[in-house]
């Protein structure tokens, strides 16, 4: 099991060198220009030309910053969205247990503390305020999250992400419940901050936020757990919506088409303002996850 799990990550985070590399590509043609292109054929090498140029950077410490929190938090935050990849049922005997939407939920709150020991510990203004955004946009959207989640733990009666591609073999459940559906993208967006909910790396006024003091190896893990992250949520957006076993090639080629919209996204809306994006959770997502909540509920029931 343990084999089979550092395969996947190997996996996971040759997966990620790629997607940074298809992120580049699409913004320089959403841009109209070419995007890295020097570096081996159509540019397919330049994922590790920048591992190499960025760990071999000098790892900088703040003299005033407080130092283990401030080393611990990049490397908690990538293994976070590491450890997130056991969840996704495989069913080739790695870790598919009954429980996944609750493990699944439980990491996803967890999230925060990295992000908050990364910006208090470099005890930088700028850091601070990037991260205090951060974990107030993160624990506004979880809420969000958590109760479309729970939706359809009441449409399936089961906790087990792998059960939910049997009740998709028919009819997906993105036709059923586009709204949700909806929501769910946008809350995805808002959780791992990316644009145009970007509010923690607001690089016009917070001068990319919670990452600051950050060089080489730090920054590094920070970046690569922002795209294990979009990867993982992609995965279970269509475990959720779109149907499909792990194993089949048809659902990574609808993972590599939820990561070309989360990137999409990126290159073409602007960035909202703050009080409106938490007027949305709160006041739009909220309410609407609520009622679809209530009335799966109501639906279990008169089935039943």
Do not use: H
Not at 264 to 292: C, H, I, Q
Request: aromatic share 16%; with cysteine; net charge neutral.
């Amino acid at each position: 099991m343990v084999v089979s799990y550092l395969m996947l990550m190997i996996c996971v985070l040759v997966g990620v060198a790629f997607v940074t590399l298809l992120e580049r590509k699409i913004l320089g043609y959403i841009q109209i220009r070419k995007g890295p292109n020097k570096l081996g054929i159509l540019g397919l090498l330049q994922p590790f030309s920048d591992a190499v140029k960025l760990f071999a950077k000098e790892q900088g410490v703040p003299l005033v910053s407080n130092f283990l929190p401030y080393y611990l938090s990049p490397i908690f935050s990538l293994f976070i969205a590491l450890i997130m990849w056991s969840v996704i049922p495989y069913e080739l005997g790695l870790v598919d247990f009954d429980m996944s939407m609750l493990f699944f939920l439980c990491c996803l709150s967890l999230g925060v503390y990295p992000l908050m020991g990364a910006g208090w510990s470099s005890n930088c203004k700028y850091s601070l305020l990037g991260s205090l955004r951060a974990v107030a946009q993160t624990i506004s959207y979880e809420v969000s999250l958590a109760l479309i989640l729970l939706s359809y733990i009441f449409l399936t009666g089961s906790f087990s992400f792998g059960d939910l591609s049997l009740y998709q073999e028919s009819m997906w459940f993105f036709g059923v419940t586009i709204p949700l559906s909806m929501v769910w993208l946008g809350s995805c967006l808002a959780e791992m901050n990316r644009t145009p909910f970007d509010f923690a790396e607001g690089e016009s006024e917070l001068v990319s936020g919670f990452n600051t003091e950050y060089s080489s190896g730090g920054f590094v893990l920070i970046f690569m757990a922002e795209y294990v992250s979009i990867l993982f949520m992609s995965g279970v957006s269509i475990l959720l919506f779109l149907g499909g076993s792990a194993l089949s090639l048809g659902f990574y080629m609808k993972l590599v088409m939820v990561s070309f919209l989360f990137i999409w996204v990126r290159g073409t809306l602007p960035r909202l303002r703050y009080d409106k994006l938490m007027y949305m959770a709160w006041k739009s997502f909220l309410p609407l996850s609520l009622n679809f909540l209530v009335f799966f509920m109501g639906l279990k029931l008169f089935l039943i």
